[in-house]
């Protein structure tokens, strides 16, 4: 229920509404020159920027969004905006425009160069550029050739609106209701938060993200099998007993302990054809399964790393990057984090450089393995 809430036309619209007066602004700007949208985590730029794309005010001739860390790890994004001296110069014609979100994200000091000359001549060659940023970008030749835009928090008004649009959508008892309303204050407005919170009103178990039933049925004592003094249990005789009793609908996970959802994730790729070993519970050097895999041009293992975590908290770089070294020092073939929310920018710049070597499977790509049972891979 709660991802069709904030993916609806209804709450789109009201994130427009909140950010009338900078698409406005931004909407301005295209007779004038590029922009910087500044403003703190959670702030809302990549919404803003985002409801400005879907808006498509009249005056552009095209919009391309994209982000800083997909730029990071791909350079060749930039190609077509940086062939623009092939162009013959119209001034008179509708403008291009370019959005990357999450400037700060690029590191490379080559990217940002050739980011800069998208400013000094986008006019000249007919496109715009918008970026966003946390911090200002401390470089003469951005703040020379672009306005800036301060996203503040929403007003008193716009988080009123937000309250009632979940409120009107909860089936919460109205005690709850009122205390989350009464936490938004705290937050500055800041959108993120407020959106966090407002959250435990349409998700199930709001505050603890687990179902008491559930949990007892599937920590009933079991049968394990062990295979080496590192392996707990053999999935052959688990019989996929998670996956039964979450009726394969992926919001359930959310109801499950840490473990329960390692367990979970090893019934999922037991039942694709791989054999995976769950390693002690006191966790085994930043892995939490053993998927082995054996086919005719060789024998791979992969480590896995499972984390359940509440929607709104990502799973961060240094995630990531222990992984790897656990890869390396043990000489694993590849390795996967699996997690029941999503990876934050840092994570999958990082991951981009190990894309042949490691996988990452947020909450969207779990939910298409949990929901389809696949036929066995043939080894």
């Not at 077509?80 to 994200?105: G, M, V």
């Not at 920590?219 to 007993?241: A, G, M, S, Y």
């Not at 959802?261 to 037991?270: C, G, R, S, T, Y």
Request: aromatic share 8%.
């Amino acid at each position: 229920m709660a991802p069709d809430i904030i993916n609806s036309t209804e709450f789109k619209e009201l994130i427009k509404i909140s950010r009338s007066r900078e698409l406005h602004e931004l909407s301005q700007q295209r007779f004038y020159g590029h922009v910087i949208v500044y403003g703190d985590p959670g702030i809302g730029k990549t919404a803003l920027l985002e409801a400005f794309k879907e808006t498509n005010p009249v005056g552009y001739l095209s919009i391309t969004m994209l982000r800083g860390y997909e730029i990071e790890g791909d350079e060749s994004l930039l190609s077509p905006w940086l062939l623009s001296q092939l162009r013959r110069p119209n001034i008179n014609a509708f403008p291009e425009l370019l959005i990357i979100d999450d400037f700060d994200q690029i590191l490379s000091k080559s990217i940002r160069e050739k980011v800069a000359t998208l400013l000094k001549e986008g006019r000249k060659w007919g496109f715009r550029v918008i970026l966003s940023a946390r911090k200002q970008i401390n470089e003469k030749v951005f703040e020379a050739n672009a306005h800036r835009l301060r996203l503040r928090g929403l007003n008193e008004t716009d988080v009123r609106r937000l309250a009632d649009f979940f409120g009107e959508r909860s089936d919460k008892h109205p005690d709850l209701i009122m205390t989350v309303r009464d936490m938004l204050s705290e937050h500055q407005g800041n959108p993120a938060l407020i959106i966090s919170h407002l959250m435990m009103l349409v998700t199930p178990d709001e505050f603890a993200y687990r179902n008491p039933q559930i949990i007892e049925e599937l920590e009933r004592p079991k049968l394990t099998v062990e295979e080496t003094p590192q392996i707990i249990t053999d999935l052959r005789f688990v019989n996929r007993r998670i996956l039964d009793h979450i009726g394969r609908r992926a919001t359930e996970v959310y109801n499950l302990t840490p473990r329960q959802f390692e367990e979970l994730v090893a019934e999922l790729f037991d039942e694709r054809g791989y054999k995976v070993q769950i390693t002690q519970q006191t966790r085994d050097g930043g892995k939490e399964l053993i998927i082995l895999d054996h086919r005719e041009v060789g024998n791979f293992m992969i480590y896995a790393e499972c984390k359940r975590y509440a929607p709104d908290r990502p799973v961060g770089v240094s995630v990531v990057s222990d992984l790897i070294g656990r890869m390396n020092a043990d000489r694993a073939t590849a390795g996967m984090v699996v997690t029941s929310s999503y990876f934050s920018p840092d994570a999958q710049v990082f991951q981009s450089k190990f894309e042949h070597q490691m996988s990452l499977i947020d909450f969207v790509k779990l939910s298409t393995m949990i929901e389809t049972a696949p036929p066995k891979i043939i080894t």
